[in-house]
């Protein structure tokens, strides 16, 4: 097994961020995985603060963060 074992479908969880929030809003992710929906928020202007109890997948997060905005996550 590869990756996080319930991955979401990056189009969904993008169509999700959209419908929900406006640029500016904080979207909260309680349960982070890989960091999709933290991506998702990020590349449509809103912040975001993400939970993850699993170490390996919270550094998928920053780093996936770190991707979008081209600075270490805080």
């Given at each position: 097994?590869?990756?996080?074992?319930?991955?979401?479908?990056?189009?969904?969880?993008?169509?999700?961020?959209?419908?929900?929030?406006?640029?500016?809003?904080?979207?909260?992710?309680?349960?982070?995985?890989?960091?999709?929906?933290?991506?998702?928020?990020?590349?449509?202007?809103?912040?975001?603060?993400?939970?993850?109890?699993?170490?390996?997948y919270a550094a998928a997060t920053r780093a996936r963060c770190a991707?979008?905005?081209?600075?270490?996550?805080?």
């Open positions: 097994r590869r990756g996080h074992p319930c991955p979401q479908d990056a189009g969904v969880t993008a169509a999700v961020v959209a419908f929900w929030s406006l640029t500016g809003d904080v979207v909260l992710d309680p349960f982070a995985g890989e960091g999709g929906t933290a991506e998702a928020a990020l590349r449509r202007g809103r912040a975001v603060w993400c939970i993850e109890r699993e170490a390996r991707a979008v905005t081209g600075e270490p996550p805080r």
